[in-house]
Protein backbone atom coordinates (compact mmCIF):
# COMPACT_ATOMS: atom_id res chain seq x y z
CA UNK A 1 0.00 0.00 0.00
CA UNK A 2 1.47 3.47 -0.88
CA UNK A 3 2.26 6.00 1.83
CA UNK A 4 2.21 9.42 2.41
CA UNK A 5 5.19 10.85 4.09
CA UNK A 6 4.92 13.78 6.86
CA UNK A 7 7.61 15.57 8.38
CA UNK A 8 5.84 16.95 11.71
CA UNK A 9 8.35 18.54 14.35
CA UNK A 10 11.26 16.73 13.25
CA UNK A 11 9.62 13.18 13.13
CA UNK A 12 8.66 11.43 10.12
CA UNK A 13 4.84 9.91 9.77
CA UNK A 14 4.15 7.10 7.38
CA UNK A 15 0.31 7.24 6.64
CA UNK A 16 -0.74 4.54 4.69
CA UNK A 17 -3.83 5.29 1.83
CA UNK A 18 -5.71 3.71 -0.80
CA UNK A 19 -5.65 4.96 -3.87
CA UNK A 20 -7.98 7.60 -4.93
CA UNK A 21 -8.09 10.35 -2.46
CA UNK A 22 -6.66 13.83 -2.49
CA UNK A 23 -3.65 14.68 -0.49
CA UNK A 24 -6.05 16.57 1.51
CA UNK A 25 -8.93 13.79 2.12
CA UNK A 26 -5.98 11.29 3.28
CA UNK A 27 -4.75 14.10 5.71
CA UNK A 28 -8.58 14.53 7.11
CA UNK A 29 -8.70 10.60 8.67
CA UNK A 30 -5.77 11.75 10.76
CA UNK A 31 -4.48 14.04 13.08
CA UNK A 32 -2.18 16.42 10.60
CA UNK A 33 -4.99 18.34 8.97
CA UNK A 34 -4.37 20.70 6.70
CA UNK A 35 -6.23 24.24 6.51
CA UNK A 36 -9.13 24.44 3.74
CA UNK A 37 -12.42 26.52 3.65
CA UNK A 38 -14.00 25.48 0.33
CA UNK A 39 -14.96 21.69 0.70
CA UNK A 40 -12.21 20.66 -1.03
CA UNK A 41 -12.92 21.57 -4.56
CA UNK A 42 -9.97 24.06 -4.93
CA UNK A 43 -11.28 27.65 -4.86
CA UNK A 44 -10.54 29.13 -1.53
CA UNK A 45 -6.29 28.29 -2.06
CA UNK A 46 -5.30 27.67 1.75
CA UNK A 47 -4.74 23.75 1.81
CA UNK A 48 -1.28 24.42 0.55
CA UNK A 49 1.32 21.53 0.97
CA UNK A 50 5.24 21.12 -0.69
CA UNK A 51 5.49 18.16 -2.35
CA UNK A 52 9.23 16.97 -1.69
CA UNK A 53 9.18 13.96 -2.89
CA UNK A 54 7.04 11.81 -5.50
CA UNK A 55 5.04 12.46 -8.46
CA UNK A 56 2.16 14.70 -8.28
CA UNK A 57 1.34 15.96 -11.72
CA UNK A 58 0.99 18.57 -13.77
CA UNK A 59 -0.56 21.79 -11.46
CA UNK A 60 -4.33 22.51 -12.32
CA UNK A 61 -6.15 25.64 -12.86
CA UNK A 62 -7.11 26.42 -9.95
CA UNK A 63 -3.27 25.89 -8.32
CA UNK A 64 -2.22 27.83 -10.96
CA UNK A 65 -4.72 31.17 -10.17
CA UNK A 66 -3.74 30.40 -6.58
CA UNK A 67 -0.36 30.12 -6.71
CA UNK A 68 3.08 31.69 -7.89
CA UNK A 69 5.45 30.26 -10.78
CA UNK A 70 7.88 30.51 -8.45
CA UNK A 71 6.08 28.75 -5.53
CA UNK A 72 4.96 25.93 -8.13
CA UNK A 73 8.87 25.25 -9.17
CA UNK A 74 9.40 24.74 -5.75
CA UNK A 75 6.71 22.10 -4.99
CA UNK A 76 4.09 24.18 -3.40
CA UNK A 77 0.71 22.56 -4.03
CA UNK A 78 -2.84 22.33 -3.06
CA UNK A 79 -3.51 19.40 -1.16
CA UNK A 80 -7.23 19.00 -2.78
CA UNK A 81 -5.83 19.25 -6.43
CA UNK A 82 -3.24 16.31 -5.73
CA UNK A 83 -4.53 12.59 -5.73
CA UNK A 84 -1.03 10.55 -5.01
CA UNK A 85 -0.74 6.69 -6.84
CA UNK A 86 2.51 5.93 -5.41
CA UNK A 87 4.68 7.22 -2.14
CA UNK A 88 4.80 10.79 -2.07
CA UNK A 89 6.75 12.96 0.90
CA UNK A 90 4.89 15.94 1.92
CA UNK A 91 5.18 19.06 3.88
CA UNK A 92 1.94 20.80 5.57
CA UNK A 93 2.26 24.56 5.08
CA UNK A 94 -1.21 26.27 6.09
CA UNK A 95 -2.04 23.33 9.42
CA UNK A 96 -5.11 23.55 9.95
CA UNK A 97 -5.95 24.13 13.95
CA UNK A 98 -6.83 21.09 16.48
CA UNK A 99 -10.06 19.69 16.22
CA UNK A 100 -12.02 16.67 17.55
CA UNK A 101 -13.18 15.93 14.65
CA UNK A 102 -12.17 13.83 11.65
CA UNK A 103 -13.40 13.02 8.53
CA UNK A 104 -14.91 9.13 8.79
CA UNK A 105 -13.17 6.44 6.62
CA UNK A 106 -16.25 5.02 5.43
CA UNK A 107 -16.49 8.30 3.20
CA UNK A 108 -16.22 6.61 0.20
CA UNK A 109 -19.56 4.62 0.69
CA UNK A 110 -21.37 7.68 1.32
CA UNK A 111 -20.41 9.22 -1.98
CA UNK A 112 -22.12 6.92 -3.62
CA UNK A 113 -25.81 7.39 -3.10
CA UNK A 114 -28.20 5.72 -1.29
CA UNK A 115 -31.15 6.09 -2.96
CA UNK A 116 -32.05 8.19 -6.00
CA UNK A 117 -35.27 8.77 -4.83
CA UNK A 118 -36.39 11.99 -2.39
CA UNK A 119 -39.74 11.80 -3.12
CA UNK A 120 -41.73 12.87 0.15
CA UNK A 121 -39.43 14.84 1.80
CA UNK A 122 -40.34 18.26 2.87
CA UNK A 123 -38.59 21.05 1.02
CA UNK A 124 -39.47 24.65 2.69
CA UNK A 125 -39.80 27.46 0.05
CA UNK A 126 -37.02 30.23 -0.34
CA UNK A 127 -34.48 27.73 0.69
CA UNK A 128 -31.69 27.67 -2.07
CA UNK A 129 -29.98 24.44 -2.06
CA UNK A 130 -32.22 22.70 1.15
CA UNK A 131 -29.47 20.08 3.00
CA UNK A 132 -29.86 17.66 5.34
CA UNK A 133 -27.76 15.97 8.47
CA UNK A 134 -27.98 12.22 9.18
CA UNK A 135 -26.98 11.74 12.42
CA UNK A 136 -25.77 8.10 14.05
CA UNK A 137 -25.43 8.64 18.16
CA UNK A 138 -23.24 5.85 19.15
CA UNK A 139 -22.27 4.74 22.30
CA UNK A 140 -18.78 5.67 21.78
CA UNK A 141 -18.74 7.78 18.32
CA UNK A 142 -21.09 10.47 17.15
CA UNK A 143 -21.35 10.16 13.37
CA UNK A 144 -22.77 12.71 11.17
CA UNK A 145 -23.21 13.06 7.07
CA UNK A 146 -24.40 15.80 5.27
CA UNK A 147 -26.48 15.88 1.42
CA UNK A 148 -27.58 18.44 -0.36
CA UNK A 149 -31.41 16.82 -0.15
CA UNK A 150 -32.68 18.16 -3.90
CA UNK A 151 -29.56 16.32 -5.47
CA UNK A 152 -28.94 13.77 -3.19
CA UNK A 153 -25.90 14.67 -3.12
CA UNK A 154 -23.00 13.86 -0.45
CA UNK A 155 -21.23 17.25 0.98
CA UNK A 156 -19.40 16.05 3.89
CA UNK A 157 -18.98 14.20 6.87
CA UNK A 158 -17.61 13.84 10.62
CA UNK A 159 -17.11 11.43 13.33
CA UNK A 160 -15.88 12.33 16.81
CA UNK A 161 -16.02 11.06 20.53
CA UNK A 162 -19.14 10.93 22.02
CA UNK A 163 -18.37 12.92 25.34
CA UNK A 164 -21.18 11.56 27.09
CA UNK A 165 -18.35 8.69 27.83
CA UNK A 166 -17.55 11.11 30.89
CA UNK A 167 -20.59 9.31 32.58
CA UNK A 168 -19.64 5.94 31.69
CA UNK A 169 -17.94 3.62 29.05
CA UNK A 170 -21.04 1.33 28.41
CA UNK A 171 -24.97 2.13 28.42
CA UNK A 172 -26.18 0.68 31.79
CA UNK A 173 -23.62 2.99 33.65
CA UNK A 174 -24.65 6.06 31.74
CA UNK A 175 -28.35 5.20 32.49
CA UNK A 176 -27.46 4.59 36.46
CA UNK A 177 -26.11 7.64 36.42
CA UNK A 178 -28.92 9.32 35.02
CA UNK A 179 -31.27 7.72 37.09
CA UNK A 180 -29.22 8.35 40.46
CA UNK A 181 -27.38 11.53 40.15
CA UNK A 182 -29.41 14.73 40.16
CA UNK A 183 -28.90 16.87 36.74
CA UNK A 184 -27.15 13.83 35.03
CA UNK A 185 -29.87 13.08 32.64
CA UNK A 186 -29.63 16.87 31.67
CA UNK A 187 -25.91 16.84 31.40
CA UNK A 188 -26.08 14.08 29.22
CA UNK A 189 -28.47 15.36 26.48
CA UNK A 190 -26.80 18.70 26.45
CA UNK A 191 -23.35 16.74 25.71
CA UNK A 192 -24.95 14.89 22.85
CA UNK A 193 -26.68 17.94 21.31
CA UNK A 194 -23.48 20.26 21.50
CA UNK A 195 -21.04 17.07 19.99
CA UNK A 196 -23.84 17.19 17.32
CA UNK A 197 -23.58 21.25 17.07
CA UNK A 198 -19.38 21.37 17.09
CA UNK A 199 -19.18 18.48 14.46
CA UNK A 200 -21.55 20.80 12.40
CA UNK A 201 -19.31 24.20 13.22
CA UNK A 202 -16.34 22.45 11.70
CA UNK A 203 -18.37 21.52 8.72
CA UNK A 204 -19.14 25.30 8.15
CA UNK A 205 -15.87 26.79 9.19
CA UNK A 206 -13.73 24.33 7.73
CA UNK A 207 -15.89 23.69 4.38
CA UNK A 208 -17.18 26.75 3.68
CA UNK A 209 -20.73 25.78 4.27
CA UNK A 210 -24.00 27.92 5.09
CA UNK A 211 -25.81 25.51 8.22
CA UNK A 212 -29.08 27.96 7.55
CA UNK A 213 -29.43 25.84 4.34
CA UNK A 214 -29.68 22.70 7.15
CA UNK A 215 -33.24 22.25 6.76
CA UNK A 216 -33.43 18.45 8.53
CA UNK A 217 -32.08 16.39 11.22
CA UNK A 218 -31.81 12.48 10.96
CA UNK A 219 -31.42 11.02 14.26
CA UNK A 220 -30.63 7.20 14.75
CA UNK A 221 -29.19 5.54 17.81
CA UNK A 222 -29.29 2.32 20.29
CA UNK A 223 -32.36 3.10 22.25
CA UNK A 224 -30.21 3.94 25.63
CA UNK A 225 -28.74 6.50 23.35
CA UNK A 226 -31.40 8.52 21.78
CA UNK A 227 -33.58 8.25 25.66
CA UNK A 228 -30.49 10.07 27.24
CA UNK A 229 -30.73 12.68 24.16
CA UNK A 230 -34.43 13.40 25.23
CA UNK A 231 -34.36 13.00 28.68
CA UNK A 232 -37.21 10.92 28.49
CA UNK A 233 -37.84 7.29 29.46
CA UNK A 234 -33.74 5.95 29.94
CA UNK A 235 -35.13 5.28 33.49
CA UNK A 236 -37.26 2.14 32.24
CA UNK A 237 -34.45 0.82 30.37
CA UNK A 238 -33.16 -0.18 33.50
CA UNK A 239 -36.60 -2.57 34.60
CA UNK A 240 -36.41 -5.45 33.06
CA UNK A 241 -40.07 -5.90 32.25
CA UNK A 242 -39.68 -2.64 29.42
CA UNK A 243 -36.65 -4.85 27.36
CA UNK A 244 -39.40 -6.16 25.12
CA UNK A 245 -41.74 -3.31 25.16
CA UNK A 246 -41.55 0.09 22.96
CA UNK A 247 -39.44 3.39 24.78
CA UNK A 248 -40.77 6.38 23.12
CA UNK A 249 -37.52 8.43 22.85
CA UNK A 250 -39.03 11.72 21.17
CA UNK A 251 -37.70 14.36 22.37
CA UNK A 252 -40.56 17.13 23.52
CA UNK A 253 -39.24 19.68 21.82
CA UNK A 254 -36.16 20.43 19.45
CA UNK A 255 -36.36 24.31 18.89
CA UNK A 256 -33.75 24.46 21.08
CA UNK A 257 -31.53 21.96 19.50
CA UNK A 258 -31.99 23.96 16.22
CA UNK A 259 -31.12 27.19 17.65
CA UNK A 260 -27.81 25.72 19.07
CA UNK A 261 -26.82 24.56 15.80
CA UNK A 262 -27.72 27.50 14.30
CA UNK A 263 -29.12 25.93 11.33
CA UNK A 264 -32.43 26.57 9.51
CA UNK A 265 -35.38 28.01 12.09
CA UNK A 266 -37.77 26.04 9.79
CA UNK A 267 -35.34 23.02 9.83
CA UNK A 268 -37.27 19.16 11.19
CA UNK A 269 -35.64 17.28 13.45
CA UNK A 270 -36.49 13.58 13.09
CA UNK A 271 -35.18 11.30 15.79
CA UNK A 272 -36.06 7.37 14.57
CA UNK A 273 -37.84 5.69 17.09
CA UNK A 274 -35.66 2.57 18.38
CA UNK A 275 -37.78 -1.02 18.23
CA UNK A 276 -37.73 -1.96 21.96
CA UNK A 277 -35.50 -2.27 25.15
CA UNK A 278 -31.87 -2.18 23.62
CA UNK A 279 -32.78 -2.85 20.02
CA UNK A 280 -32.51 0.67 18.79
CA UNK A 281 -33.29 2.64 15.50
CA UNK A 282 -29.45 2.10 14.46
CA UNK A 283 -30.06 -1.72 14.07
CA UNK A 284 -33.32 -1.03 11.66
CA UNK A 285 -31.46 1.62 10.12
CA UNK A 286 -28.59 -1.10 9.02
CA UNK A 287 -31.24 -3.35 7.73
CA UNK A 288 -32.30 -0.73 5.47
CA UNK A 289 -29.07 -0.05 4.20
CA UNK A 290 -27.84 -4.09 3.64
CA UNK A 291 -30.94 -4.86 2.13
CA UNK A 292 -31.18 -7.49 4.42
CA UNK A 293 -34.44 -9.42 4.38
CA UNK A 294 -34.28 -9.00 0.25
CA UNK A 295 -33.35 -12.62 -0.69
CA UNK A 296 -34.71 -15.37 0.22
CA UNK A 297 -31.58 -17.27 1.95
CA UNK A 298 -30.82 -17.24 5.45
CA UNK A 299 -28.25 -14.41 6.58
CA UNK A 300 -27.33 -13.08 9.93
CA UNK A 301 -26.36 -9.34 11.01
CA UNK A 302 -24.23 -8.23 13.40
CA UNK A 303 -23.46 -4.43 14.42
CA UNK A 304 -20.52 -4.51 16.99
CA UNK A 305 -20.17 -2.02 19.40
CA UNK A 306 -20.95 -1.41 23.50
CA UNK A 307 -24.02 -2.56 23.04
CA UNK A 308 -24.14 -5.18 20.37
CA UNK A 309 -27.55 -6.07 17.90
CA UNK A 310 -27.83 -8.75 16.21
CA UNK A 311 -30.59 -10.20 13.73
CA UNK A 312 -31.33 -13.23 11.79
CA UNK A 313 -33.33 -13.26 8.61
CA UNK A 314 -34.59 -16.96 7.97
CA UNK A 315 -36.01 -16.04 4.46
CA UNK A 316 -39.65 -15.70 5.94
CA UNK A 317 -38.99 -13.66 9.61
CA UNK A 318 -37.15 -11.44 11.14
CA UNK A 319 -35.36 -11.88 14.72
CA UNK A 320 -33.35 -9.90 16.46
CA UNK A 321 -31.76 -8.94 19.78
CA UNK A 322 -28.97 -7.17 21.59
CA UNK A 323 -25.99 -8.16 23.50
CA UNK A 324 -24.75 -7.02 26.24
CA UNK A 325 -20.95 -7.60 24.96
CA UNK A 326 -19.42 -4.52 27.09
CA UNK A 327 -16.97 -1.92 25.71
CA UNK A 328 -14.11 -4.59 24.87
CA UNK A 329 -14.77 -4.07 21.24
CA UNK A 330 -14.22 -0.16 21.17
CA UNK A 331 -11.04 -1.05 23.07
CA UNK A 332 -12.42 0.64 26.65
CA UNK A 333 -11.44 -1.24 29.68
CA UNK A 334 -8.39 -2.49 27.93
CA UNK A 335 -5.09 -2.05 28.81
CA UNK A 336 -2.95 -1.72 25.79
CA UNK A 337 -6.44 -0.49 23.90
CA UNK A 338 -7.34 2.56 22.15
CA UNK A 339 -10.29 3.39 19.70
CA UNK A 340 -9.82 2.57 16.33
CA UNK A 341 -8.55 5.93 15.29
CA UNK A 342 -5.11 7.45 14.19
CA UNK A 343 -2.36 5.56 15.79
CA UNK A 344 -4.41 1.99 16.43
CA UNK A 345 -2.75 -1.24 15.81
CA UNK A 346 -5.66 -2.45 13.57
CA UNK A 347 -4.25 -5.51 11.84
CA UNK A 348 -1.56 -7.97 13.43
CA UNK A 349 -0.18 -11.48 12.10
CA UNK A 350 2.73 -13.54 11.78
CA UNK A 351 5.68 -13.13 9.83
CA UNK A 352 7.43 -16.32 8.48
CA UNK A 353 9.78 -16.39 11.70
CA UNK A 354 6.44 -16.68 14.17
CA UNK A 355 7.13 -12.98 15.34
CA UNK A 356 4.15 -10.48 14.97
CA UNK A 357 3.68 -8.09 12.51
CA UNK A 358 1.18 -4.80 13.29
CA UNK A 359 -0.31 -2.70 11.04
CA UNK A 360 -1.80 0.53 12.03
CA UNK A 361 -4.10 3.09 11.06
CA UNK A 362 -2.84 6.35 9.83
CA UNK A 363 0.44 6.47 11.33
CA UNK A 364 3.47 4.05 11.55
CA UNK A 365 3.63 5.30 16.03
CA UNK A 366 1.47 3.38 17.68
CA UNK A 367 -0.75 4.77 20.60
CA UNK A 368 -2.08 1.07 21.20
CA UNK A 369 -4.84 -1.99 19.75
CA UNK A 370 -8.16 -1.47 18.66
CA UNK A 371 -10.97 -4.04 18.54
CA UNK A 372 -9.66 -5.52 15.22
CA UNK A 373 -6.57 -5.34 16.26
CA UNK A 374 -7.50 -7.28 19.52
CA UNK A 375 -8.93 -10.40 17.86
CA UNK A 376 -5.99 -10.54 15.16
CA UNK A 377 -3.66 -10.34 18.32
CA UNK A 378 -5.60 -12.88 20.40
CA UNK A 379 -5.80 -15.36 17.00
CA UNK A 380 -2.34 -14.95 16.08
CA UNK A 381 -1.36 -15.98 20.07
CA UNK A 382 -3.63 -19.22 20.20
CA UNK A 383 -2.15 -19.95 16.41
CA UNK A 384 1.47 -19.84 18.04
CA UNK A 385 0.20 -21.24 21.12
CA UNK A 386 1.32 -18.94 23.22
CA UNK A 387 -2.41 -18.75 24.45
CA UNK A 388 -4.38 -21.35 25.30
CA UNK A 389 -8.56 -21.97 24.17
CA UNK A 390 -9.34 -21.12 27.63
CA UNK A 391 -7.77 -17.70 27.27
CA UNK A 392 -4.75 -18.64 29.84
CA UNK A 393 -1.06 -17.85 28.45
CA UNK A 394 0.60 -21.01 27.97
CA UNK A 395 3.94 -19.48 29.46
CA UNK A 396 2.06 -19.36 32.98
CA UNK A 397 2.45 -15.78 32.62
CA UNK A 398 -0.09 -12.32 33.27
CA UNK A 399 0.69 -11.15 30.16
CA UNK A 400 2.12 -11.03 27.17
CA UNK A 401 4.67 -8.08 25.76
CA UNK A 402 5.03 -7.33 22.04
CA UNK A 403 6.48 -4.15 20.10
CA UNK A 404 4.20 -2.32 17.74
CA UNK A 405 4.99 1.39 16.34
CA UNK A 406 8.17 2.01 18.36
CA UNK A 407 6.39 1.14 21.20
CA UNK A 408 6.09 -1.99 23.88
CA UNK A 409 2.75 -3.01 24.62
CA UNK A 410 0.81 -5.83 27.03
CA UNK A 411 -1.80 -7.97 27.05
CA UNK A 412 -2.83 -8.94 30.24
CA UNK A 413 -4.76 -11.60 31.44
CA UNK A 414 -7.10 -9.04 32.43
CA UNK A 415 -7.57 -7.84 28.39
CA UNK A 416 -8.62 -11.44 27.23
CA UNK A 417 -10.87 -11.92 29.89
CA UNK A 418 -12.84 -8.82 28.72
CA UNK A 419 -12.56 -9.84 24.99
CA UNK A 420 -13.48 -13.30 26.03
CA UNK A 421 -16.80 -12.22 27.99
CA UNK A 422 -17.77 -9.47 25.17
CA UNK A 423 -17.29 -12.42 22.06
CA UNK A 424 -19.42 -14.91 24.48
CA UNK A 425 -22.27 -12.55 24.96
CA UNK A 426 -22.09 -12.06 20.83
CA UNK A 427 -22.19 -15.89 20.56
CA UNK A 428 -25.05 -16.70 22.97
CA UNK A 429 -27.39 -14.10 20.86
CA UNK A 430 -26.45 -16.52 17.78
CA UNK A 431 -27.38 -18.78 19.37
CA UNK A 432 -30.59 -17.89 20.69
CA UNK A 433 -31.36 -16.62 16.78
CA UNK A 434 -31.25 -19.50 15.34
CA UNK A 435 -32.67 -21.27 17.67
CA UNK A 436 -35.92 -19.14 17.78
CA UNK A 437 -35.72 -19.21 13.69
CA UNK A 438 -34.40 -23.18 13.47
CA UNK A 439 -31.76 -21.86 11.29
CA UNK A 440 -27.94 -23.87 11.35
CA UNK A 441 -24.82 -21.90 11.43
CA UNK A 442 -24.32 -24.18 8.11
CA UNK A 443 -27.18 -22.85 6.57
CA UNK A 444 -26.17 -19.10 6.24
CA UNK A 445 -25.33 -17.65 3.16
CA UNK A 446 -24.81 -14.30 4.52
CA UNK A 447 -23.57 -12.30 7.36
CA UNK A 448 -23.01 -8.62 7.70
CA UNK A 449 -20.79 -7.06 10.18
CA UNK A 450 -21.26 -3.21 10.77
CA UNK A 451 -19.84 -0.49 13.06
CA UNK A 452 -16.10 0.42 13.12
CA UNK A 453 -14.66 -2.73 14.62
CA UNK A 454 -16.30 -4.87 11.75
CA UNK A 455 -15.30 -2.31 9.01
CA UNK A 456 -11.25 -3.27 10.01
CA UNK A 457 -12.28 -6.77 11.03
CA UNK A 458 -10.16 -10.22 9.88
CA UNK A 459 -12.48 -12.59 9.31
CA UNK A 460 -10.13 -15.33 9.60
CA UNK A 461 -9.13 -14.32 13.16
CA UNK A 462 -12.71 -13.66 14.16
CA UNK A 463 -13.63 -17.16 12.86
CA UNK A 464 -11.09 -18.91 15.18
CA UNK A 465 -12.02 -17.42 18.20
CA UNK A 466 -15.43 -18.21 17.38
CA UNK A 467 -16.56 -14.29 16.99
CA UNK A 468 -18.30 -14.83 13.38
CA UNK A 469 -19.97 -18.00 12.58
CA UNK A 470 -17.52 -20.40 10.32
CA UNK A 471 -19.49 -19.60 6.70
CA UNK A 472 -16.91 -19.31 3.70
CA UNK A 473 -15.21 -16.20 4.14
CA UNK A 474 -16.74 -14.47 0.90
CA UNK A 475 -20.01 -14.98 2.31
CA UNK A 476 -19.06 -12.35 4.73
CA UNK A 477 -19.64 -8.56 3.99
CA UNK A 478 -18.09 -6.27 6.30
CA UNK A 479 -19.96 -3.12 6.11
CA UNK A 480 -18.86 -0.31 7.91
CA UNK A 481 -20.82 2.14 9.74
CA UNK A 482 -24.40 0.76 8.57
CA UNK A 483 -26.14 3.02 10.74
CA UNK A 484 -25.32 6.56 9.47
CA UNK A 485 -25.89 4.47 5.72
CA UNK A 486 -28.85 3.56 6.77
CA UNK A 487 -30.10 6.91 8.54
CA UNK A 488 -28.54 8.73 5.27
CA UNK A 489 -30.82 6.25 3.10
CA UNK A 490 -34.26 7.40 5.39
CA UNK A 491 -33.41 10.99 5.38
CA UNK A 492 -33.17 10.89 1.57
CA UNK A 493 -36.09 8.60 0.51
CA UNK A 494 -39.52 7.95 1.22
CA UNK A 495 -39.35 4.07 -0.12
CA UNK A 496 -36.13 3.83 2.40
CA UNK A 497 -38.26 5.30 5.22
CA UNK A 498 -41.07 2.88 4.26
CA UNK A 499 -38.97 -0.19 4.18
CA UNK A 500 -37.88 1.12 8.13
CA UNK A 501 -41.50 1.15 8.96
CA UNK A 502 -41.64 -2.48 7.22
CA UNK A 503 -39.02 -4.16 9.11
CA UNK A 504 -40.31 -2.45 12.20
CA UNK A 505 -43.38 -4.30 11.87
CA UNK A 506 -41.76 -7.84 11.22
CA UNK A 507 -39.20 -8.16 13.79
CA UNK A 508 -39.37 -10.39 16.66
CA UNK A 509 -37.30 -9.80 19.45
CA UNK A 510 -35.56 -12.25 21.85
CA UNK A 511 -34.41 -11.39 24.88
CA UNK A 512 -31.45 -12.35 26.39
CA UNK A 513 -32.06 -12.08 29.85
CA UNK A 514 -35.19 -14.66 29.99
CA UNK A 515 -32.90 -16.85 27.50
CA UNK A 516 -33.50 -20.22 29.54
CA UNK A 517 -30.08 -21.94 29.18
CA UNK A 518 -28.35 -18.54 29.25
CA UNK A 519 -25.83 -19.34 31.74
CA UNK A 520 -24.64 -22.55 30.27
CA UNK A 521 -24.61 -20.88 26.55
CA UNK A 522 -22.19 -18.26 28.25
CA UNK A 523 -19.89 -20.58 29.67
CA UNK A 524 -19.27 -22.78 26.50
CA UNK A 525 -18.65 -19.68 24.21
CA UNK A 526 -15.96 -18.51 26.95
CA UNK A 527 -13.81 -20.44 24.83
CA UNK A 528 -11.23 -19.36 21.99
CA UNK A 529 -12.47 -21.74 19.40
CA UNK A 530 -14.67 -21.86 16.52
CA UNK A 531 -18.11 -21.56 16.81
CA UNK A 532 -19.89 -24.94 16.70
CA UNK A 533 -22.19 -25.91 13.68
CA UNK A 534 -25.49 -26.40 13.84
Given at each position: MPELILGIDGETHRIPFELGPSVREILDATDFRVRSGCRGIGA????RVRVAGGEAG???QNERLHLTSAQLSQGVRLACQVSPRHDMQVEILNSAPPSNWKSSPDTALLHTLREQAVEGR???????????VAVDLGTTHVCLSLFDLAKGQW??????????QNFGADVITRLAAAAELPGAAREMSRLAVAAIGEALLDIATREGFDPRRIVNVTLVGNTAMLALLSSRNFELLLQPEYWTQPVDCQPLETSGWVAEWEINPVAEVDVVAPLAGFVGSDLLAGLVSTRFTEDAAPALFIDFGTNSEIALWSGEELWVTASAGGPAFESSGISCGAPAEVGAVFRVSLDSAGDLACQIIGDDRAKGVCGSGLVDLIACL???????????F?????????SAGGRELTLTKGDVDLIQRA???IGVGIGALCGHAGVGLKELRRVCVGGAFGRYLDVGSAQAIGLLPPVPPETVELAGNTALAGCCDVMLSSLAAERLKELRSRARLVNLASYPDFDQAFFENLYLQPLQVL
Open positions: CGLCEPTWLPPGVKHPCGLADRWGRNPQLDSGRLTSAGKASGETGYTFKAA
